[in-house]
């Protein structure tokens, strides 16, 4: 049966309207679901741990191919839906709870075994709370090989960015430092029931064995990097000393010393410029 089919008969059977506050879009095409399986590249040593699993159409597919699915679904209504449609799987679990609220390091610890080589996270993220959850994922530092997830094609244009590229922001420069991104395939809105009002994309996070720049207080790093960009139209100079990392003529004289132009824009800065700031700050 094709996931459209099996979607509007689930919905029917227990009477379910998405919820649109918890970013509830059913995937309801094939071809995208084939794509998610692929690049994840799930298989019989992974654990996975989807993120919604929501009426578990994913789910089922990464039930079939992988050695253990643990699903984190906020919405009790799927609860039911969810063990009864895998109640003869034995590599299936569930937990009923909010995402950001979930020990992680526990859940892995939990479920990793000798048939265990890897984990991964694969999800149809509910949009509300991506950039929570994708920044809670990497500053946790989790034992994890990839992150494969579906978000808006916006975020996810800004997330597979290079730092200081066209589309990047803040949040660039934190999953590059963390991970190697890459765009898989953008999803017309129409792949979903209900039909978000924007399109989509999958993209997949490899995760790094350790931080792509060296950086003394990391901390450190991102408290410069969020406050270059909330005030990216002006330059780096005015943006750090308005958000009081220092004097401005203490600035003027650590971007002097580091050979960064005065008049530079954050937004222009690589992750290694703000590695460099960071450092210097740490030491002055
Ligand atoms: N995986 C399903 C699919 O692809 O059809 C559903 C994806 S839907 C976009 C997002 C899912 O995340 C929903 O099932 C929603 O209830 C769930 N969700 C929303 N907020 C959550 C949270 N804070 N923690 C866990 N799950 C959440």
Do not use: W
Not at 5 to 27: C, H, M, P, R, S
Not at 188 to 216: M, R
């Amino acid at each position: 049966m094709n996931s459209y089919i099996e979607t509007k008969d689930i919905l029917k059977k227990y009477n379910i309207v998405a919820n649109k506050k918890l970013g509830q879009n059913f995937l309801i095409n094939d071809e995208v679901i084939d794509n998610i399986i692929k690049a994840s590249n799930v298989n019989k040593n992974d654990l996975i741990i989807e993120i919604g699993p929501g009426l578990g159409t994913l789910t089922k597919r990464l039930l079939d191919n992988a050695g253990k699915v643990v699903c984190i679904e906020l919405d009790t209504r799927m609860i039911n839906i969810l063990n009864e449609r895998f109640k003869f799987y034995n590599n299936f679990e569930l937990i009923n709870e909010d995402v950001l609220k979930v020990d992680l390091h526990k859940l892995i610890k939990d479920n990793k075994n000798s048939n265990i080589l890897n984990v991964k996270i694969v999800a149809n993220l509910p949009y509300y709370i991506t950039t929570p959850i994708i920044m809670k994922l990497l500053e946790d530092k989790l034992n994890i090989e990839s992150i494969t997830v579906m978000v808006q094609k916006e975020v996810a244009d800004r997330l597979v960015d290079v730092p200081g590229g066209k589309n990047s922001g803040a949040i660039t420069y934190a999953i590059n430092y963390y991970t190697k991104p890459q765009k898989i395939i953008d999803v017309l809105n129409t792949s979903f029931i209900p039909a978000p009002e924007v399109n989509s994309s999958v993209i997949k996070l490899n995760v790094l064995n350790k931080p792509s720049v060296e950086v003394a207080d990391e901390e450190l790093l991102f408290k410069i990097i969020k406050i270059a960009f909330m005030q990216k139209r002006k330059t780096l100079l005015n943006a750090l000393t308005n958000g009081k990392l220092a004097s401005k003529e203490q600035i003027e004289r650590m971007l002097t010393d580091l050979k960064i132009d005065l008049k530079i824009r954050g937004e222009k800065l690589t992750l290694e410029d703000f590695a460099k700031i960071s450092d210097y700050v740490s030491k002055n």
